[in-house]
């Protein structure tokens, strides 16, 4: 794995790696390339591509394995990193950036093998002695940009997908969490293949600078707005993209659900990594009687998780950086502070806050929170929610609690967004069977288990053929004729189910 590039300078400055996975312990040689700073490095990663070293299936476990022993022995790093980075509680960061990031390794490890196989199909008649079959190829040299939230599980799970899948990589962490960006720069390389994997570094311009260059694909986690970018910049080189984004997670109430548990389950999706979540429920809709109830059972449930003074929890996180503590600070303007609300500056610390009768006018409305708010706007019942809901871009993830499974499924049938659940929050990106992934302005694309090797895999259509039999092909060759067009009606015709059938 190439160590970390950090241009655009004059030069491209290349590092050669320390003890590398599979090439002997010799790191890449890039030469810079006058105004193209990233250039050698796609171009030897191309290189390592085209030779065929990633595709046997002995390669991509060995790699995966590296990856699993860089995630067991930096463990206690990567938990110090969020720490730094953003107050990140151990317990959450070994749950969100280490446990899950192994399931998914040990769920691609385990069924490796069989996702790699070809898929044999189905056939018409003339092709019925040939071989009929989806090869899962790899792309080529992929991009993956990650976000700074969870910054070793947002980069290392689509990784472990494009390496399954049999691609060289270049991961480009986000330059907001430093002490992360600096880990993952510094670490990976002494665990994979110096010639198919490497670390970028930087922001917007280096970015911006790494864009340019054509790529086989690019999956990258973040904003709408940077989304936007990406995707203009890989249709200049018709680069299929997945984009992972954000946007605002709308979870309703109903009148008929255990007002405790519903309350916990929601502080905890809201406020685990202090509100800094893609698919934390963003604002709640719910009845006036409903936000009355909510009130109590939320400040319970705060108490219960973080004790009179959340200040003071080692279970609490921070904001990672002032620019986005001023953004979210600005938001508790909005409707009625019900509980929390405090901040500090200097330690980025705002208080898990619950805001009341919230007006959908109100600026917290207008964009996503990503901060330890939980804005209630209240609704007259559920067919208000629902339109609610659908006059908004399509979410990430809708949630709804009711102990009336009609309703929970109610709003399932009527409403689009990337992923729902019900009567909980977050716990549906927990299971690796799920397709991960937005819809609309919250993103293009699914991950998580084997959908992270689909999308990292083209799906090639091939038909072998038997060189004999000419016999059967005769039909469609010209002279043509009445009764080869009945023939070959007769051999290529998929009929609808239910038709008569005289063959
Ligand atoms: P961001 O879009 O600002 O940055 C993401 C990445 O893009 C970073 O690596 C950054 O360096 C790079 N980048 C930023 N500006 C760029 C530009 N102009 N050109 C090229 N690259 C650029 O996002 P963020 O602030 O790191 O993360 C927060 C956002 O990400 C939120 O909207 C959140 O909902 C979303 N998010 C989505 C998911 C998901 O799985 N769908 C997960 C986590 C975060």
Redesign the pocket.
Known sequence: MQQSFEPPGEHLQCYAAGSTAGSGGKGAVCSPVCGHPYAGLVSHLRTSWLSGRTRPMEYRVAQLEALGRFLDDKKEEILEATASDMGKPCFEAFFSEILLCKNELHQTLNNLGQWMKDEHVGKNLVTQLDSAFIRKEPYGVVLI??????PIH?LLVPLIGAIAAGNCVIV?????SKNTERLVAESLSCYLDNDCYAVVTG??QE??KL?ENKFDFIF????????R??MSAAARHLTPVTL????KNPCYVSDSCHVQNAARRLAWGRFFNAGQT?IAPDYVLCSLEMQEKLMPALREAIAEFFGPNPQESPDFGRIVGDKQFRRVRALLGSGRVAMGGQTDEEERYIAPTVLADVLPSDPIMQE?V?GPILPIVVVANMDEAIDFINARPRP?AVYAFSSDSKVVNQVLERTSSGGFCGNDTLMHLTLTSLP?G?IGN??LGKYHGKFTFDTFSHQRGCLHRNMGLEALNSPRYPPYSQQKLGLVTATFEIKRRGMCTIL
């Not at 940009?145 to 969870?150: A, K, L, T, V």
Request: hydrophobic share 40%; charged share 10%.
């Open positions: 940009i990650g976000p700074w939230n969870y947002l480009k962490p986000s330059e907001i922001g917007v970015t911006t864009l990258f986690t973040g904003s709408p707005a940077v989304g970018v990406v992972e984004l954000g946007g893609c996503e990503f990430l991960f937005g919250s993103g």
